[in-house]
């Protein structure tokens, strides 16, 4: 095979360009990214191996190796991990195989800072080679394949961006070696105690030897199985870059071994930020899984569920059989508490930043706040440690930011109050500005603004909280009785001297409405629309057919605020009474965020009502 001149794939080139400028400020971090992808290489072909003990051939001792060359002006980072075959080369520089990548493009900003971490949890790895270099050559030969079946890839930034030559290479011993030509002002790179040095601050942690003129710089213990009073705040921060692939400090860690029937050792940590593909359920990360300290696994999604997916760290069982492959983890009892004991240990840390460090969790709420919202429905057994530390907004400071616990609500709650009552809209502003709310403010009572599309998810899987039921104040008949000392109908308007008003009005709007009544909950509004006991509410029938669902057929309750001057003013005479009834209708269901299905007879009906006053 003669050698290839190859094109980047489009995003790549627009990542280097990015790279290059928004990371420059921290540019030791590219022998970081190579230390690790070749930790990485040497984790890979220790699993492999498990099945397939001739891949070490003869050089069982797993190793990286850095060296500098002042005269050639290089830096080499080699390693004899599980190497690449021409394939792999390929799919693994030459394109970026990652869901999410247009996702990721569309959120850098062009803000250096806010980018570099944007790229950073993208998972930069090889690349971040061309902050230091203008040239980089990589020659790499996969475990078992004969050394004439090396290959050789280099890439000159000099000579443009956009292409990469790959050739066939010999190369007798297994792994990767990638060596980086300097650009002009990087010979500081050229030092052996400054090289050391970096090394020693971000690797190490890294469990096999990385070596310097025949001795190792690093401790080449696996960090986690090490004693918690031997580890520094610096090194679980440089632990967690590693293998969260972020370039940012991690928010918070919890660091355990547990022993008993099952034994072992979690170091689980929170982000400080959400990637940019938190969303993507199908393509979902996890933990990487050891078993006494051999790699078995990157992404075990099944050791934490999904909506603790944020989670990064390592899981290092005693227990498991060392060929566990993925799916005998989908159906393994000893998985299954693996897990159990994951979510506690991620709970038990959320509920420490909740009490104890309020700031981390207002940082960790605004970042994942939506996500845990999900375990609501997902985890019954953990239901009621998840609604502790659920977070809303709320008609107590009518701020979008959500701060307000369930407990802070119901430390909150009216004499004689045994409900908490929420709305649910589509915004802030159309839940702040709910009409439904308006009795409730009259009366000092408070209701949580929920805003989220999630949030209808949450109410579904949450009828009450420490005995006190979860309650719509959109749906249904309301009764406040007499909470703080009030009479619930202050107006005093009996629908009896209203019947004939609403018999017309229900007439008027035929089936777009299932009933018209007097309303208990409007003080200001004339009109608002209400879901009946046991129907589906409009915010929830509308982000269902946006998501393409199919949506049961139900109509709501038009009610109508006797002590309004419009409602008064109409008479069921009156020649333009079915106006004026599909005015009220269509204005009441703008004020829940709902669409009409005729705005321009809305616009022209409303502009003729406004030229004169009703008429009797």
């Given at each position: 095979?003669?050698k290839?001149?190859?094109?980047?794939?489009?995003?790549?080139?627009?990542?280097?360009?990015?790279m290059?400028?928004?990371?420059y400020?921290?540019?030791?971090?590219?022998?970081?990214?190579?230390?690790?992808?070749?930790?990485d290489?040497?984790d890979?072909l220790?699993?492999?191996?498990?099945?397939?003990?001739?891949?070490?051939?003869?050089?069982?001792?797993?190793k990286?190796?850095?060296?500098?060359?002042?005269?050639a002006?290089?830096?080499?980072?080699?390693?004899?991990?599980?190497?690449m075959?021409?394939?792999?080369?390929?799919?693994?520089?030459?394109t970026?195989?990652?869901s999410?990548?247009?996702?990721?493009f569309?959120?850098?900003?062009?803000?250096?800072?806010?980018?570099?971490r944007?790229i950073?949890q993208?998972?930069v790895?090889?690349?971040?080679?061309?902050?230091v270099?203008?040239?980089?050559?990589?020659?790499?030969?996969r475990?078992g394949?004969?050394?004439?079946?090396?290959?050789?890839?280099?890439?000159?930034?000099a000579?443009?961006?956009?292409?990469?030559?790959?050739e066939?290479?010999e190369?007798?011993t297994?792994?990767?070696?990638?060596?980086?030509?300097?650009?002009?002002?990087?010979?500081?790179?050229?030092?052996?105690?400054?090289?050391?040095?970096?090394?020693?601050?971000?690797s190490?942690h890294?469990?096999?030897?990385?070596?310097m003129?025949?001795?190792?710089?690093?401790?080449?213990?696996?960090l986690?199985?090490?004693?918690?009073?031997?580890?520094s705040?610096?090194?679980?921060?440089?632990?967690?870059?590693h293998?969260g692939?972020d370039?940012e400090?991690?928010l918070?860690?919890?660091?355990?071994?547990?022993e008993?029937?099952?034994e072992?050792?979690?170091?689980?940590?929170?982000?400080a930020?959400?990637p940019f593909?938190?969303?993507?359920?199908?393509?979902?990360?996890?933990?990487k899984l050891?078993?006494?300290?051999?790699?078995?696994?990157d992404?075990?999604a099944q050791?934490?569920?999904?909506?603790?997916?944020?989670?990064?760290?390592?899981?290092?069982?005693?227990d498991l059989?060392?060929n566990?492959?993925r799916?005998?983890?989908?159906q393994?009892?000893?998985?299954?508490a693996?897990?159990?004991?994951?979510?506690?240990?991620?709970?038990?840390?959320?509920?420490?930043?909740?009490?104890?460090?309020k700031d981390?969790?207002a940082t960790?709420?605004?970042?994942f706040?939506?996500?845990?919202?999900e375990?609501?429905?997902?985890?019954?057994?953990?239901?009621?440690?998840?609604?502790?530390?659920?977070?809303?907004?709320?008609?107590h400071?009518?701020r979008?930011?959500?701060?307000?616990?369930?407990?802070?609500?119901?430390?909150?709650?009216?004499?004689?109050q045994?409900k908490?009552?929420?709305?649910?809209a589509?915004?802030f502003?159309?839940?702040?500005?709910?009409?439904?709310?308006?009795?409730?403010?009259k009366?000092a009572?408070e209701v949580?603004?929920?805003?989220?599309?999630v949030?209808?998810?949450?109410?579904?899987n949450?009828?009450?909280?420490?005995?006190?039921?979860?309650?719509?104040?959109?749906?249904?008949?309301?009764?406040l009785?007499n909470?703080?000392?009030?009479?619930?109908n202050?107006?005093?308007?009996?629908?009896?001297?209203?019947?004939?008003l609403?018999?017309?009005?229900?007439?008027?709007?035929?089936?777009?409405?299932k009933?018209?009544?007097?309303?208990?909950?409007?003080?200001?509004?004339?009109?608002?629309?209400?879901?009946?006991?046991?129907?589906?509410?409009g915010?929830?029938?509308r982000?269902l057919?946006?998501?393409?669902?199919?949506?049961?057929?139900?109509?709501?309750?038009?009610?109508?605020?006797?002590?309004?001057?419009?409602?008064q003013r109409?008479?069921?005479?009156?020649?333009?009474?079915?106006?004026?009834?599909?005015?009220?209708?269509d204005?009441a269901?703008?004020?829940?965020?709902?669409?009409?299905?005729?705005?321009?007879?809305?616009?022209?009906?409303?502009?003729?009502?406004?030229?004169?006053p009703a008429?009797?």
């Amino acid at each position: 095979m003669v050698k290839e001149t190859l094109g980047f794939q489009a995003e790549v080139k627009q990542l280097l360009e990015l790279m290059i400028h928004s990371l420059y400020s921290n540019k030791e971090i590219f022998l970081r990214e190579l230390v690790s992808n070749a930790s990485d290489a040497a984790d890979k072909l220790r699993f492999e191996a498990l099945n397939h003990n001739s891949l070490y051939e003869s050089d069982p001792e797993l190793k990286i190796r850095v060296s500098f060359d002042k005269a050639a002006r290089s830096v080499t980072v080699s390693d004899n991990g599980i190497g690449m075959s021409r394939d792999e080369v390929i799919r693994n520089i030459g394109t970026i195989a990652k869901s999410g990548t247009r996702e990721f493009f569309q959120s850098l900003t062009g803000d250096q800072a806010k980018d570099a971490r944007l790229i950073g949890q993208f998972g930069v790895g090889f690349y971040s080679s061309f902050i230091v270099a203008d040239r980089v050559t990589l020659v790499t030969r996969r475990a078992g394949l004969p050394a004439g079946d090396a290959v050789r890839w280099e890439c000159d930034m000099a000579k443009g961006a956009g292409e990469y030559s790959i050739e066939p290479a010999e190369k007798a011993t297994r792994g990767t070696e990638v060596t980086l030509h300097l650009r002009e002002g990087e010979d500081e790179l050229l030092d052996e105690f400054r090289l050391k040095a970096i090394l020693r601050k971000y690797s190490d942690h890294i469990a096999i030897p990385i070596v310097m003129d025949g001795e190792a710089v690093n401790q080449a213990s696996a960090l986690w199985v090490r004693p918690k009073n031997e580890i520094s705040d610096e090194q679980y921060v440089e632990f967690y870059k590693h293998v969260g692939h972020d370039f940012e400090p991690p928010l918070a860690w919890t660091h355990n071994r547990v022993e008993g029937r099952q034994e072992y050792t979690q170091l689980l940590y929170i982000p400080a930020h959400a990637p940019f593909d938190l969303w993507d359920r199908e393509h979902r990360h996890g933990l990487k899984l050891y078993v006494r300290r051999v790699f078995i696994m990157d992404d075990a999604a099944q050791l934490l569920p999904a909506y603790l997916r944020f989670v990064r760290g390592v899981v290092d069982s005693s227990d498991l059989p060392l060929n566990v492959s993925r799916e005998i983890l989908q159906q393994s009892r000893d998985i299954d508490a693996l897990r159990a004991g994951c979510t506690k240990r991620v709970l038990d840390l959320l509920d420490d930043l909740a009490a104890n460090h309020k700031d981390k969790y207002a940082t960790f709420w605004n970042e994942f706040g939506r996500v845990l919202k999900e375990g609501v429905g997902e985890d019954a057994s953990n239901r009621e440690r998840i609604a502790r530390l659920l977070r809303f907004s709320s008609t107590h400071d009518d701020r979008e930011a959500e701060t307000v616990s369930l407990a802070d609500y119901v430390s909150r709650m009216r004499p004689g109050q045994d409900k908490i009552y929420y709305v649910t809209a589509e915004s802030f502003l159309a839940a702040k500005g709910s009409p439904h709310l308006e009795i409730f403010r009259k009366r000092a009572i408070e209701v949580l603004l929920l805003h989220d599309r999630v949030d209808e998810w949450l109410v579904a899987n949450l009828p009450e909280y420490e005995g006190k039921a979860l309650v719509s104040v959109a749906r249904g008949r309301l009764d406040l009785g007499n909470i703080g000392g009030e009479e619930a109908n202050e107006g005093g308007h009996k629908v009896g001297e209203h019947a004939e008003l609403l018999r017309k009005l229900k007439a008027a709007l035929g089936d777009k409405v299932k009933d018209v009544r007097i309303s208990d909950r409007l003080t200001h509004s004339p009109s608002c629309l209400v879901a009946d006991e046991h129907d589906m509410g409009g915010n929830l029938a509308r982000i269902l057919k946006a998501a393409g669902q199919k949506v049961p057929l139900s109509k709501p309750i038009l009610e109508v605020n006797a002590a309004h001057a419009i409602v008064q003013r109409l008479k069921p005479e009156d020649e333009r009474f079915d106006d004026w009834a599909s005015v009220l209708f269509d204005q009441a269901l703008l004020a829940e965020g709902g669409q009409l299905d005729d705005p321009a007879g809305f616009v022209k009906r409303t502009n003729e009502l406004m030229l004169g006053p009703a008429r009797s």
